[in-house]
Structures are given as structure tokens and as C-alpha cells.
């Protein structure tokens, strides 16, 4: 009578483990298939602007700060640099777009040289970003 009733328990239960490796395969797939979004390293003060439009496959942030200071990806540039460092975020996504965050602040001299270096690098997709008023 006991074998009976633990057989009849045996049946009952739900086998979640082909449950959780569906789960753990689309974790993973998530995980492996997300674009990161990648930080210029610093915050700054965008200007205004009424006709601001949103940017949405930005990849390649470069930020400018009060103090002229060129980021991307966390790390100090140099000027000089700015062309080398675009081409090698390049070379990940050929496709991806420059998007320059200059500080209010900052001076339109190194804005335009930014903006030049990534014209030679090959980015046809260049712009500043703004506050939406």
C-alpha cells in the first residue's frame, strides 16, 4: 500500500528543470545580445536648445568639459588622440554614430576640432548634444 502511494506522489510532482534551462537560455541570449551603453566618463552641462531632436543610435560618445577636456569612454584624451580613439569604437560598430556632449562652458574652437577629427575618422553622422527646452 505505501508503494502505491509514494508512486502516486512520483507522478504528481512537476519537473521544473526543463523549465529553468528555457529560463538560463534566455537569460543568456539577453545578456550576449544587448548593446551596452557605452559613457563619455563625465557629466556636463548641455546647452538649451527649441530644436533639439532625440538621437537614437548614438554609440560613440565624446564629452567636453567646462575645462576643454576631451572623454571618451571613460578616459582622458588627448586632442590628437580623438581621431585614433574614434576609429577604434568605429571598427566595433562601422555603423555607429558620433554624438558630442560639450559643456556649456567649454570653447566652440575644441568642439570643432572634435567634430573634424571625427569627420576624418570616417563617421558621416556627427552631432552635439543639447537639453530639449
Do not use: H, Y
Not at 538621437?55 to 560613440?60: E, H, L, M, S, T
Amino acid at each position: 500500500m505505501s508503494r502505491k502511494k509514494k508512486a502516486e506522489e512520483e507522478t504528481g510532482a512537476i519537473d521544473l528543470t526543463p523549465m529553468l534551462d528555457v529560463v538560463f537560455i534566455m537569460l543568456i541570449f539577453f545578456i550576449v545580445t544587448a548593446s551596452f551603453i557605452k559613457e563619455p566618463g563625465i557629466q556636463v552641462n548641455r546647452p538649451d536648445a527649441t530644436t533639439a531632436l532625440i538621437k537614437k543610435n548614438a554609440n560613440i560618445l565624446v564629452a567636453i568639459n567646462a575645462d576643454n577636456e576631451i572623454w571618451i569612454n571613460k578616459n582622458e584624451i588627448d586632442p590628437r588622440q580623438v581621431k585614433t580613439q574614434i576609429q577604434l569604437l568605429l571598427a566595433e560598430n562601422p555603423k555607429g554614430a558620433v554624438v558630442i556632449q560639450a559643456d556649456s562652458d567649454s570653447n566652440i574652437k575644441t568642439l570643432t576640432e572634435v567634430a573634424q577629427r571625427a569627420r576624418e575618422a570616417g563617421v558621416a553622422d556627427v552631432s552635439i548634444s543639447a537639453e530639449n527646452k
